[in-house]
């Protein structure tokens, strides 16, 4: 996809202009995406964020009154959901540990000390949970990818600033991600996809019309 318009970068395309552009330019670029409405990745929205992933389970509002009526059964799908948290939680850490993945400076927080889960309440009645959530350090991404400055994706892209200057990927770092010094460490996906059923069958054992939305399950490539 090279020669990308800034409405169609992926998070790749992010991550790469990240890498190749100045604090200073790159702030401009992300200045210029909220202008015309895009949004941006979390990954690369700031030092502050976190990437987050999100487990939203779909059930009809009409009958939630019935179903938190039930607040034994309701009790138990919170607590099922906040062990299956854990158990993930504690799994995740033994994975980037035993992969040695470590934060490349001393100042950023571990990966592995990263992790949190919340559960998120219905709005309407703040008892029903709809959502579970894993948030990690955002330098998780960058090692998942083998990304870094100097390691860009194998397609450049291009974009527009303000002033209406064209911008490309800087070429010496295309197709590097992955390589030499910055290995793909896939220490995501195979952690979450083993404890994909044990978070069907908890939603199922809740109610048999709750279904799991994983659309937003995988870190991609």
């Known amino acids: 996809m090279p020669n990308k318009p800034l409405e169609k970068f992926t998070l790749n395309d992010w991550l790469q202009a990240r890498q190749d552009m100045s604090s200073i330019n790159f702030a401009q670029l992300k200045k210029d995406a909220r202008a015309i409405g895009l949004p941006i990745p979390l990954p690369v929205r700031g030092r502050n964020t976190s990437p987050v992933v999100k487990f939203d389970f779909s059930l009809s509002t009409m009958a939630r009154e019935v179903r938190i009526s ?27 540990t035993s992969m040695g993945l470590v934060s490349e400076k ?24 709809v959502r579970v959530g894993i948030r990690f350090a ?7 990818y083998g990304a870094g400055t100097g390691y860009g994706g194998k397609e450049g892209s291009r974009w527009i600033d303000r002033l209406g200057y064209s911008h490309t990927t800087n070429p010496k770092s295309l197709g590097k991600a992955g ?7 896939d220490w995501f996906n195979p952690v979450l996809e083993y404890h994909m059923k044990e978070l069907a069958d908890i939603a199922s054992d809740y109610s048999l019309d709750m279904a799991v939305d994983f659309s937003k399950f995988y870190l991609g490539y």
Do not use: C
Request: avoid cysteine; aromatic fraction near 10%.
């Open 138 to 144: 955002r330098h998780g991404v960058f090692l998942h």
């Open 106 to 129: 001393k100042t950023s927080v571990k990966l592995r000390d990263s992790f949190e889960t919340y559960i998120k309440l219905d709005d309407e009645y703040h008892v029903e949970p």
């Open 70 to 96: 039930d607040i034994e059964a309701v009790n138990r799908f919170k607590k099922n959901l906040q062990d299956w948290s854990d158990h993930l939680m504690s799994d995740l850490r033994s994975r980037v």
């Open 179 to 185: 390589t030499g010094t910055r290995p793909a460490r």
